[in-house]
């Protein structure tokens, strides 16, 4: 490390080790020296690809077995050796053939080496007839690098995990063993890194949706797909009411479709070309193939084309929690954060292009008012553009992607160009928000769509008596109600605000003589609307308040005879430390009413 938090670079530049292009090549750099020290420990082992990702890295290995935890150990340790001796990174260039004889035994970077200059280019090497490699010491890998001046410029690093990882991501080549691990501009940027992840650990939305009885993963349904028990269904529903409330507010119809659809269907709106590896196999029926829906637009865009339109009807929003079944790979499947089964709130606008841009900016005041009650403070904007894989010509594409940039300086937010991100029909807005722990979610997005329009002929009669084509603006707020259920779980770590919290409120009777007061007052507050447990079990009141405590429910109250010939009760509220004593029912009452109402976060 240099001076002034910069870092030397193996060609003789520095960069400053805490920005992002600094950080990247520390971890970058560290992966190497990961697959150097697992080369030295295990000879033979061979190796395949190692980059740098969010806050840390990973490294791909075959060794003919699993790693253990005693595995990272000695790997750790022997990799701080390997910095300690400050061993330079050198780069060099060779031809395809020079980097196959280098790798003769490295049957993975043979492959991505024969890749070079081919269709598939490869993701380390270069994309000409030069191989790239770096050294240090006796060992090589194929990189583009850039790498630091030497493995002694890597202040701060942590193995953290094995995991499996099929060859390129496909369920069909070999299985490897993935070393995950983590590297810092400094210890304490380490340390704080880990701490982070610690507290993450603790907030992991399965985790908790095991212990607050949320939802469950059967193995009888299969990967990725789910059951939401009551607690869970509690909270989905209350998502779904305010989506519903907000959405009806805001000038949307309501609009349904079934869950399957003929092929015709998907052949005329691009899926079965572009979208078919992520569908499920079709089923024959009535001599036709049928297909499960991945989407809802072609079915929105079939309620548009049943009727003549005018300009004069233009825009018309529709809104759906549409359910929709994607086949998505195994080894991508995390919890509610990536189902195969999700219901979106899904919308689509017809609109004028004179009215495009406005139509856009209702849509991103929309979502940050959305998100904003969910508790999430400022968005992250990427305007995604066109990508490898899109129907429709460039000259349509210059025109959504203008229009959304130009709702994107209307609205006056910063964002950022994420080239190539966009959907296969059209470029997109995706919005992020950051959790309570400074991770970063990406949930809604905003896509406009000239192509679908086209593809079933829609048209509106203009002023003019002429036909005319609409605009397709496609958007989900939440992006898939499993998902942004999981993001709050991890968010408030459980602890919802009150009117999300599947319990609002458990009543704890001090003893059984209290049983029939406390029943009475829960029945009170279910008839005003609130969601109420009351705990009628045998064990002490201590017991049962701390039961209430772990199931994080907003509000505990204790009913003894002081409170019953008082007529007032003893509140507990999550997280305020010592009880209030004395409250008057009407008042509590009143206000946690408005709380809910208010969808205060408490």
């Known amino acids: ?131 790239t490699v770096f050294r240090n010491k006796d060992w090589a890998d194929l990189c583009r690098g850039p790498h630091v001046s030497s493995t002694g410029d890597i202040p701060a690093f942590k193995l953290l995990r094995i995991a499996g990882a099929y060859w390129r991501g496909d369920e069909k080549r ?18 704080e890194h880990l701490h982070r992840l610690e507290e993450a650990a603790r907030r992991d939305h399965r985790k908790l949706g095991r212990e607050l009885d949320l939802f469950s993963f059967p193995e009888e349904l299969g990967g990725g797909l789910l059951v939401w028990h009551p607690k869970g269904g509690v909270l989905r529903k209350e998502l779904e009411d305010y989506a519903r409330e907000v959405n009806l507010g805001a000038g949307y119809v309501p609009v349904y479709s079934p869950h399957v659809a003929r092929g015709v269907l998907w052949e005329t709106s691009g899926h079965l070309r572009q979208y078919r590896e992520n569908m499920y196999p079709e089923m024959e029926l009535d001599q036709n193939e049928y297909f499960i829906k991945p989407m809802n637009c072609p079915f929105h865009v079939l309620i548009y084309g049943s009727r003549t339109r005018s300009y004069r009807d233009l825009p018309i929003r529709m809104f759906e929690l549409g359910t929709v079944y994607r086949n998505e790979r195994s080894g991508v499947l995390h919890g509610l954060m990536r189902v195969r089964g999700l219901t979106q709130d899904d919308s689509h606008i017809f609109c004028r ?8 900016v209702r849509v991103m005041d929309l979502t940050v008012e959305i998100h904003s009650t969910l508790g999430f403070g400022e968005p992250v904007i990427h305007l995604s553009t066109r990508p490898g894989k899109a129907i429709g010509d460039t000259e349509m594409w210059t025109r959504a992607t203008d229009a959304l940039r130009g709702a994107l300086d209307r609205w006056g937010k910063p964002y950022e160009i994420a080239e190539g991100e966009g959907a296969f029909y059209g470029p997109k807005v995706d919005i992020h928000f950051h959790d309570a722990i400074g991770r ?69 009777p001090i003893a059984d003589r209290h049983n029939d007061a406390a029943a009475a007052l829960g029945e009170r507050l279910r008839a005003a609307g609130i969601r109420v447990d009351i705990d009628l079990s045998d064990g002490t009141m201590q017991n049962k308040v701390r039961h209430a405590e772990m199931q994080k429910v907003p509000y505990v109250l204790v009913l003894g005879d002081k409170e019953i010939d008082g007529g007032t009760l ?33």
């Open 353 to 360: 292009p004179d009215q495009l841009v406005d139509e856009i």
């Open 1 to 131: 490390m240099e001076g002034d938090g910069a870092v030397k670079l193996h060609d003789g530049t520095e960069i400053a080790a805490d920005s992002p292009e600094g950080r990247e090549i520390l971890r970058h750099s560290t992966a190497h020296v990961l697959a150097q020290a697992v080369c030295e420990l295990h000879p033979g082992a061979r190796y395949a690809i190692g980059p740098p990702i969010d806050d840390g890295f990973y490294y791909d290995f075959d060794i003919g077995r699993p790693f253990t935890p005693d595995d990272l150990t000695k790997i750790e340790r022997k990799m701080r050796g390997i910095m300690k001796q400050s061993q330079p990174f050198v780069r060099e260039e060779l031809s395809k053939d020079e980097g196959l004889a280098l790798f003769a035994e490295q049957p993975y970077k043979r492959e991505i080496i024969e890749g070079i200059g081919g269709d598939e280019d490869a993701a380390e090497g270069g994309g000409t007839d030069v191989v």
């Open 440 to 508: 970063l979610w990406q949930l809604s997005t905003i896509q406009v769509d000239f192509a679908l329009p086209d593809a079933f002929d829609l048209s509106y009669a203009g002023e003019d008596n002429a036909k005319h084509r609409p605009v397709m603006i496609h958007r989900a707020i939440y992006g898939a109600v499993e998902r942004v259920t999981g993001v709050l779980i991890e968010h408030y770590a459980g602890a919802f605000p009150a009117w999300l919290a599947p319990v609002q409120v458990a009543v704890v």
């Open 570 to 602: 003893a509140v507990r509220k999550r997280g305020a430390g010592k009880p209030q004593f004395g409250v008057p029912e009407s008042e509590f009452t009143a206000g946690l009413l408005d709380e809910i109402a208010t969808r205060s976060h408490g």
């Open 174 to 191: 070999p299985m490897l063993q993935r070393i995950y691990g983590t590297a810092w501009e400094s210890q304490e940027a380490l340390d």
